[in-house]
């Protein structure tokens, strides 16, 4: 993908590609700082907690407005005088921070002026830095929460409260623990940050080549081989991304081609790519920031979300890879020449080292090790793997130039940091996490499924335009306590997770649906067909949700039968699911065979014994159907 079609995707045409060269050496040398100060602190301990945040925020802002312009017009190869401004404003409000801590915290709850001066103008740079890196969604959305706190007492009483001054939402917003340098800044300073890197070193060592080569070697001579590729490489790629556009850029530029040549349309190859890249998202070992934050905010250590997540996350890829298949069938799609295959055996045989970062992440995840530090000990892996071949040595050079691509990759999530820590901290001050279960309960009173239901729709409008990770957080500061309320009955981690599987929708679903676009972008196809395909294809997005309300698939409660019962019925509910939502099985289905899927597809899930082999029959009597008229004139669409 070109930078250009990157910039047509995000909407936003702000980056600076040519920075002159001694802006660019400035830019280079934050960017590696940042990098080694904190995949030192992973491995060797981290300083005090207010340069940990500090350091992290201070960079962050500073490398932006070098590498972000104010305007589109704004010089290209320079910082402007207002960038320059504001990157001087950042070192100023956050170094600040760092150095005035000890006092802040002395004074806590009588603060000074010029405390109170330094958080406004922080609270404005931190909505500046977002609206350059993410459009302006998110600001307007944090401006609405602080209109919305100073103006409580006049709204409607059934989301009216007391009403707050100015200067008790800045200091709330900057200097306590919920705002600018709260759980956000924290998980992303402590986490997230490290394995963007990852996935850099990985980038340019090359190892990603045999990530592409390992599934078209294992699934490139089945129908529809081409986009099987598609969903394993995603998923091998998606699992240490924890970008589903980034995924899709990076293993899209190769398998989008590849699918558009063996007979897919455009526009479905676009759909297939993006769709198979939001199931990175739900795999471990990094799932996006989503464990990182669910660990702090349900107390559960990472490792079991991750292990809990495994199941749901092959459902996914299992759905779309089932749908794919038919999709091929429905079309005659023609199967990838053997000569561009790999051979299995020979290609474990002379790259089978190349798994061992990633099975030394997750190696050290499983023996209990941190998060942190597993990352750290993986880019050491990568380095050293990297030097199996002269071609994928990571030499000085290379690792400065890995350094720099994490450190911009990491710009764009680190910019909506601070915005997203003062919408937290809004709702917490304001009580409107209080108030908006209320309004929800009074709808949907003890039904889980028009909460879920409504819950989807606020993520989905929530998620137009912002980061899947901030839609994420903030809508389960407000949803989670619905959920989790007696009436509902949901465990914690399953609120978060039914919040989290949709949260992802804005990535794929119309009209904001920047995974879609990207893989649009790549396909040169429509980008609204693209969009509307790749809902059709990630739609399992708002089945389990619901499995994870009414089932015991995340073995949160019952026996192990009932678990082990869960999650066949789950694996054949999809399946099925995956049918109906093609329409085509044998050949493609009329409206009664749609029918009786469908009510297959439903008994399945519901995991009792009586109707999950009653859906098996059901079935079988479509198969019968349908073979007994796929060899008859007009009975086959092939």
């Given at each position: ?154 709204l409607p009483d059934i989301i009216a409260h007391r009403g707050l001054p100015l200067r008790r939402i800045i200091e709330y917003c900057f200097f306590s ?211 199996f071949r002269p071609e994928t040595r990571l030499t000085p050079k290379r690792i400065w130039e890995a350094m720099v691509t994490g450190a911009k990759n ?229």
């Amino acid at each position: 993908m070109t930078q250009t079609e990157s910039k047509e995707i995000s909407g936003l045409d702000t980056q600076r590609t040519e920075l002159k060269k001694i802006y660019k050496w400035i830019f280079e040398l934050g960017a590696v700082a940042l990098v080694l100060f904190y995949i030192y602190s992973a491995g060797f301990g981290s300083a005090n907690e207010q340069f940990h945040l500090g350091f992290y925020l201070l960079l962050t802002f500073a490398l932006i407005g070098i590498f972000y312009r104010c305007r589109k017009n704004s010089p290209v190869s320079r910082p402007s005088v207002i960038d320059l401004g504001m990157i001087a404003l950042s070192i100023f409000t956050i170094g600040y921070w760092i150095v005035e801590y000890p006092n802040l915290v002395n004074r806590a709850g009588n603060y000074n002026q010029l405390d109170i001066f330094v958080g406004g103008v922080a609270i404005l740079i931190s909505f500046e830095v977002s609206r350059r890196t993410v459009g302006w969604a998110l600001p307007i959305i944090a401006v609405i929460g602080i209109l919305y706190a100073l103006f409580g007492r006049s709204l409607p009483d059934i989301i009216a409260h007391r009403g707050l001054p100015l200067r008790r939402i800045i200091e709330y917003c900057f200097f306590s623990q919920a705002g600018v340098f709260g759980i956000m800044a924290n998980v992303m300073a402590t986490y997230v940050i490290l394995f963007i890197f990852f996935g850099a070193f990985l980038e340019k060592s090359g190892v990603g080549q045999f990530f592409i080569n390992l599934p078209m070697s294992i699934a490139g001579r089945s129908i529809g081989g081409a986009a099987k590729v598609s969903v394993m490489t995603s998923g091998f790629f998606g699992s240490v991304a924890g970008s589903a556009i980034a995924n899709t850029v990076a293993t899209g530029t190769f398998t989008i081609p590849l699918m558009k040549r063996t007979g897919f349309r455009p526009h479905v190859a676009g759909a297939v790519e993006a769709s198979a890249s939001v199931g990175g998202q739900f795999l471990p070992p990094v799932m996006g920031a989503g464990a990182f934050l669910m660990a702090e905010r349900t107390g559960l250590p990472y490792s079991k979300i991750a292990l809990l997540s495994i199941v749901p996350a092959i459902l996914y890829f299992l759905s779309v890879w089932v749908m794919v298949h038919f999709e091929a069938k429905k079309h005659g799609i023609e199967r990838i020449p053997d000569t561009e295959i790999p051979k299995l055996l020979p290609l474990l045989k002379s790259g089978w080292y190349y798994l061992l970062p990633l099975l030394t992440l997750v190696g050290m995840l499983i023996v209990g090790y941190t998060a942190y530090k597993a990352a750290f000990f993986a880019i050491l892996a990568t380095i050293a793997v990297s030097y199996f071949r002269p071609e994928t040595r990571l030499t000085p050079k290379r690792i400065w130039e890995a350094m720099v691509t994490g450190a911009k990759n990491s710009l764009a999530i680190g910019g909506a940091v601070g915005t997203i820590g003062i919408i937290v901290a809004v709702i917490d001050l304001t009580g409107l996490g209080r108030i908006f279960p209320d309004l929800v309960l009074s709808v949907a009173g003890t039904n889980k499924t028009i909460a879920i239901l409504f819950l989807a729709a606020a993520s989905l409008v929530l998620g137009m335009g912002i980061p899947v990770t901030a839609a994420y957080l903030i809508t389960s500061e407000l949803a989670v306590p619905i959920l989790t309320t007696p009436e509902m009955g949901i465990p914690i981690i399953a609120a978060h997770l039914i919040i989290f599987w949709l949260s992802q929708d804005s990535n794929i679903t119309p009209p904001v649906a920047l995974g879609a676009y990207a893989g649009a972008a790549i396909a040169r196809a429509d980008p609204w067909k693209t969009g509307w395909a790749c809902f059709k294809f990630s739609k399992l997005l708002y089945i389990m949700p619901l499995l994870f309300a009414y089932t015991h698939i995340l073995f949160t409660g019952g026996t192990a039968i009932e678990y082990a019962l869960s999650v066949v019925s789950a694996v054949v509910g999809t399946v099925i699911f995956s049918i109906v939502t093609m329409g085509f099985f044998i050949r493609k289905t009329y409206w009664y065979e749609w029918v009786l899927l469908a009510l297959a597809a439903f008994l399945a899930y519901i995991y009792n014994i009586w109707t999950f082999v009653l859906a098996i029959v059901l079935v079988g009597v479509v198969y019968i159907l349908q073979k007994r008229t796929s060899n008859f004139p007009g009975g086959s669409v092939r």
